[in-house]
Nanobody, 123 residues
């Protein structure tokens, strides 16, 4: 199937920046929409940013103007540049991808998640 591995999380002071990366691997035929979600303790998982294969992006108001999503289709990788970080941005950040993959039975579509990377913003 498709495996997603995030990297780049860590501890940063308020006002600082981090860049997350998510690399997809496996029997990938095509990756369509990719995105980043976050989940703080005791809260639901929310969309942070999403990007289509053609490069169209979408952000919630909470991160608009501070976060930028991008992708390198040749590397099957999506990035999240996070600037002006706030303590309320603290959460586990998860990569998401909708992909067409191959196995011995043929082609299949699926939605895949990474295991997450922790971002902690101190005040």
């Amino acid at each position: 199937q498709v495996r997603l591995v995030e990297s780049g999380g860590g501890l940063v002071q308020a006002g600082g920046s981090l860049r997350l990366s998510c690399a997809a691997s496996g029997s990938i035929f095509r990756i369509d929409d990719m995105g980043w979600y976050r989940q703080a303790p005791g809260k639901q998982r929310d969309l942070v940013a999403e990007i289509t294969a053609g490069g169209s992006t979408n952000y919630p108001d909470s991160v608009k103007g501070r976060f930028t999503i991008s992708r390198d289709n040749a590397k099957n990788t999506v990035y999240l540049q996070m600037n002006s970080l706030k303590p309320e941005d603290t959460a586990d950040y998860y990569c998401n991808a909708q992909a067409l993959y191959m196995d011995y039975m043929g082609a299949h579509t699926g939605e895949f998640w990474g295991k997450g990377t922790l971002v902690t913003v101190s005040s």
